[in-house]
């Protein structure tokens, strides 16, 4: 039981270039979301998905775009890196219920140059 | 819109004794959600503790007690007998119910650094 994993763990980007970021996760979690953390702040919102087959935007959605592939995945893809997209991407996880708590995978470092 | 503060950037306290991490909320959702993560130098998040808005007692788990005082709109954390490997980063987040889904969001504050001293 893996929980969530993300992959890659750490990425280098040069500004125009594209990347996907993966989320897996064994807990049979309905809900899946992406959040990114800057230096000094707390995680934001870009995406999540309520169930699979739905997808719905959060906080800073603006410049990624989502994909809920199956229950278990859900990836998050970077069209043209900016540098402001320079963060550390957590996916997390939660059950059917609301009340459930959110589980978070290990992030993933990007640098966008 | 919801709103997480948590005033004290740093905290400092001695190995074996008690710390208070402080958290202030502001929702106008009834029925709602407090967490508290650890995030060590190592950068994942470790989900600590819940408290729900309707819980009639304070949510304790292990050495993490949450003391939730509803009127006040404040959840502070209390862990008790510092360790050393308590020195990390601790987030306070609300949940904040998405109408339009069965999901939810947290709403995270910016976080208090705790250092726990020999």
């Known amino acids: 039981n893996a929980g969530v994993t993300q992959t890659p763990k750490f990425q280098v980007l040069k500004t125009g270039q594209s990347m996907t970021l993966q989320c897996a996760q064994d807990?049979?979690?309905?809900?899946m979301y992406w959040y990114r953390q800057d230096p000094g702040m707390g995680l934001r919102l870009i995406y999540y998905?309520?169930?699979?087959?739905?997808?719905d935007k959060g906080e800073v959605p603006n410049g990624y775009n989502v994909s809920r592939l199956n229950k278990r995945e859900f990836s998050l893809r970077l069209e043209s890196a900016a540098p402001s997209q320079t963060s550390v991407y957590f996916c997390?996880?939660?059950?059917?219920?609301?009340?459930?708590?959110?589980?978070f995978g290990p992030g993933t470092r990007l640098l966008v140059l | 819109a919801q709103k997480i503060t948590q005033t004290q950037p740093g905290m400092f306290v001695q190995e074996k004794e008690a710390v208070t991490l402080d958290c202030t909320y502001d929702?106008?959702?009834?029925?709602?959600?407090l967490f508290w993560y650890k995030q060590p130098s190592s950068g994942e998040m470790i989900f600590l503790i819940y408290?729900?808005?309707?819980?009639?007692q304070n949510a304790t788990e292990g050495r993490y007690s949450l003391n939730f005082q509803k009127a006040r709109k404040s959840a502070n954390l209390v862990i008790s007998a510092s360790q050393l490997g308590d020195s990390a980063m601790y987030f306070c987040?609300?949940?904040?119910?998405?109408?339009?889904?069965?999901?939810?969001?947290?709403?995270f504050g910016e976080g208090t650094q705790l250092t726990v001293n020999p």
């Open positions: 929702t106008s959702d009834p029925s709602y959600g």
């Open positions: 408290q729900g808005s309707y819980d009639q």
């Open positions: 997390a996880g939660q059950g059917p219920n609301r009340q459930e708590t959110q589980y």
């Open positions: 998905s309520a169930s699979e087959g739905t997808t």
């Open positions: 987040a609300m949940r904040e119910s998405l109408q339009e889904t069965s999901g939810s969001r947290l709403t």
């Open positions: 807990m049979n979690h309905n809900s």
